[in-house]
């Protein structure tokens, strides 16, 4: 039966709560542990499939099709642990979860109350898959003190207290700010974070305290003794250069042996960091720089292309190259030309969206691209605005587009090469959808396979001609223009089992031009870097030797 660690937060949010938990399963997998990783979110949405990316970050997909959180991006990168629909929960399907059993009389007339039926269902889905494990990491969104969080931090006080002594622990994770001029670090807040989580119950077993500056030793006996917590466990948490130093960062301050000493474990098996100690090593004796332009809609917010920003940079330790990956808006290109803004790039990627706001300027830059011999990678929609390109400049249709920016109740303006995907095959069943249908959770999800054409440039990059990755999205290319863009150099080279669904274009003469209808960005890992990744930071780096 595994053993639970609950990671909580105070005084404010964003402070690394994701991050943590996944350096401190990395810590655990080191020593010989076996972990999962989960993320309790208080808020109301069932999941963040919805969401802006401005409102809540990129959306990650798992692949058995859930939209999740981005923490969980951080902790397959960090474990190389494969999330699943069952490592992400919200307030709003626990409440969903709820109201339907009601419905369905399964409280036989009881009257619903958080206490003890919504309490009880969090319990319920802690207990998952809790024998497969030696650890379950359970990260609990937002800061001790929201009134939304409430039932999550009783539900966890609870399953604790019936669970026999040992078996759970609590990690808090809060700020000590520095007062610069009287040169404090300020304990007070921390203080006032533990008093507030001990008010309902719960104590920390271990501290983790994000700071600017170095923690005296003085600092650490008071807040040990305040916060009736072992010196030894609490754990400074220092501002890091790159967050793949996290792991070896909390060893040194000793993260990984508090939690062992929490749980009594004696003797701790000692850690093998070879891996983070390799990691480091290709990210700071990197032997050159490429950089690389994202042109996309999201740019104001960095975390709404998180997993992509990672995987370049992973695609740049499989090279012992530096990415500089420089962010541009894409309706700067609607107005202006994009030579000026993108000549000194070594790379253009095109990432994924929705809607019609910014796809010319992504056109524009697919164009530049293609026409200039820069590496090229398309993500989704940016795969679609490469196939549009390729139509009204190659093929010769000058209106080609996307049904997604068509007003159906207006006239039509454009040539739908890119049209609502109405139906696919999901394992042994047909999946239907129709543009009415509720948004959330309609798209195509999760993990699809995909056939490669033997002697692409795609089956050369994975080495096999069957492959499986990550999708979310509702418009796909029609299948029915492949031969009119296929004789004018764009290559179906990926294609669906049955022959139906494209998911991936390549140019042949071309350095290195690639679309691909599904997320290559969410498998990859700083240990294991995407093979798409690597294989275009390598074309970024013999396009910067030619420059």
Request: hydrophobic share 40%; aromatic share 8%; net charge negative.
């Amino acid at each position: 039966m595994a053993r639970y660690v609950f990671i909580t937060g105070g005084v404010v949010s964003s402070l690394g709560k994701g991050l943590a938990s996944a350096a401190l399963g990395a810590l655990l997998q080191a020593r010989g542990f076996s972990v999962r990783l989960r993320k309790l979110d208080p808020y109301l949405n069932v999941d963040p499939g919805t969401m802006s990316p401005f409102e809540h970050g990129e959306v990650f997909v798992t692949d058995d099709g859930a939209e999740t959180d981005l923490d969980l991006g951080h902790y397959e990168r960090f474990t190389g642990v494969a999330a699943r629909r069952t490592d992400s929960v919200s307030s709003g399907r626990i409440y969903s979860n709820v109201l339907e059993k009601e419905r369905r009389g399964d409280y036989l007339g009881k009257t619903i109350q958080v206490i003890p039926h919504v309490t009880n269902e969090i319990k319920d889905f802690l207990r998952i898959g809790e024998a497969e494990v030696d650890f379950m990491l359970c990260e609990i969104g937002g800061t001790v003190g929201d009134i939304e969080g409430l039932p999550f931090f009783e539900a966890i006080r609870q399953f604790a207290q019936e669970r026999p002594r040992g078996q759970c622990i609590f990690m808090h994770l809060t700020l000590l700010p520095y007062i610069a001029a009287s040169g404090e670090l300020k304990t007070k807040p921390t203080q006032h974070s533990v008093k507030e989580l001990r008010a309902i119950g719960i104590a920390p077993d271990v501290l983790l305290l994000r700071s600017e500056h170095p923690i005296p030793d003085k600092e650490r006996e008071k807040i040990a003794l305040f916060c009736n917590v072992r010196k030894d466990a609490v754990i400074a948490a220092p501002d890091l250069g790159t967050i793949y130093e996290a792991p070896l960062a909390y060893h040194r301050e000793g993260l990984d042996q508090a939690v062992l000493d929490a749980f009594g474990i004696s003797p701790a098996p000692r850690p093998n960091l070879a891996r983070w100690e390799d990691v480091m090593d290709r990210l700071t004796h990197a032997e050159g720089e490429v950089r690389v332009a994202i042109v996309g809609k999201y740019t104001q917010l960095e975390d709404a292309y998180k997993s992509i920003a990672e995987a370049l940079t992973h695609g740049g330790m499989a090279n012992r190259t530096r990415v500089r990956a420089e962010w541009i808006d894409a309706e700067i290109f609607e107005r202006e030309d994009p030579a000026p803004w993108l000549e000194s790039f070594h790379a253009i990627l095109v990432p994924g969206g929705f809607g019609e706001r910014g796809t010319e300027g992504k056109i524009a830059a697919a164009r530049f691209a293609r026409e200039k011999k820069i590496p090229y990678l398309g993500i989704c929609l940016g795969m679609q605005m490469a196939v549009i390109e390729a139509a009204r400049n190659l093929v010769g249709l000058a209106n080609a587009g996307s049904e997604e920016f068509d007003d159906e109740a207006g006239p039509r303006r454009f040539t739908p090469v890119v049209y609502h995907l109405k139906e696919w095959v999901q394992g042994n069943h047909k999946v239907e959808r129709r543009k009415d249908d509720a948004k959330g959770g309609t798209m195509r999800l999760g993990a699809y396979t995909a056939y490669l054409a033997p002697g692409s440039r795609v089956a050369q990059v994975y080495g096999d001609t069957v492959i499986e990755e990550r999708h979310r999205h509702r418009y796909e290319v029609d299948i029915r223009y492949r031969e009119g863009l296929e004789s004018c150099g764009l290559m179906f080279s990926g294609l669906s089992p049955d022959g139906r669904l494209p998911e991936i274009v390549e140019v042949a003469d071309h350095p290195w031009f690639i679309g691909v209808q599904f997320h290559p960005e969410l498998k990859s890992k700083p240990f294991a870097p995407h093979p798409l990744f690597a294989d275009f930071i390598r074309a970024a780096v013999e396009t910067s030797r030619l420059v």
